[in-house]
């Protein structure tokens, strides 16, 4: 589990082939401390698992899977990504909870510079927005970040100095593709209202009477 509260970034430094899979090689810029074999690292976003590693580098496997649902697909040797090390219980929870498994791959739109802020538009694949709404949460690359508005399948985001500096962010342009883990809370409600949805669309009821109908009063 992560909180989307990016530690710092990475550089690719290897993409080698094995099997059907690549294992990844990751430079990061700084000190990979208290890790060890079998920890779990965020890289933009994506849960991997660490299965070697220096006190600055660590090498990772990617799945079949993995390599088909993410923007690994895309990656190269030298491009940067963002990473944080898994949550410890204690520790504080910033951002929002952030399990590192990906439901789809977006793209950026627009990007809108306003003073020292940046005004982010991205279009998400059709079967997640029903789970994005205004001030909720979603994960960029593994970037926590609250969502601004929601137009169909485009959702802004505002993004302040700090962030835009310290992650990937300062990277990107119109036409790259990035990751998106939608809020973990938002699927789980959405998913156990869902078989009342439809039975509510064809009889309207009052708030008061779909909950007793739905058993919850």
């Not at 060890?36 to 991997?48: E, N």
């Not at 929870?93 to 498994?101: S, Y």
Request: glycine letters at 8%; a neutral charge; hydrophobic letters at 40%.
């Amino acid at each position: 589990m992560f909180t989307g509260l990016i530690e710092g970034t990475g550089t690719i430094k290897a993409l080698q082939p094995v099997s059907k899979g690549f294992s990844i090689q990751i430079e990061s810029n700084f000190y990979l401390e208290d890790i060890k074999v079998g920890d779990s690292i965020a890289v933009d976003g994506v849960c991997l698992t660490v299965v070697s590693f220096t006190s600055k580098e660590f090498r990772a496997d990617l799945s079949p899977e993995t390599i088909s649902r993410t923007t690994f697909k895309f990656r190269k040797p030298g491009d940067l990504v963002n990473l944080e090390r898994a949550l410890k219980m204690g520790d504080p929870l910033g951002g929002h909870l952030v399990t590192g498994h990906i439901d789809g791959v977006g793209q950026i739109k627009k990007i809108t510079p306003l003073g020292n802020f940046f005004s982010l538009e991205i279009q998400v694949p059709k079967d997640l927005s029903p789970f994005l709404v205004p001030k909720g949460s979603i994960a960029i690359d593994g970037i926590s970040l609250t969502i601004n508005e929601v137009k169909e399948e485009v959702v802004t985001l505002m993004i302040i100095p700090h962030t835009y500096k310290v992650t990937t962010l300062h990277t990107k342009k119109v036409g790259d593709y990035v990751n998106i883990e939608i809020d973990i809370i938002a699927k789980m409600v959405y998913n156990f209202v869902k078989p009342y949805l439809k039975t509510f669309e064809k009889e309207p009821l009052s708030t008061l009477e779909l909950l007793e109908k739905t058993g919850f009063i």
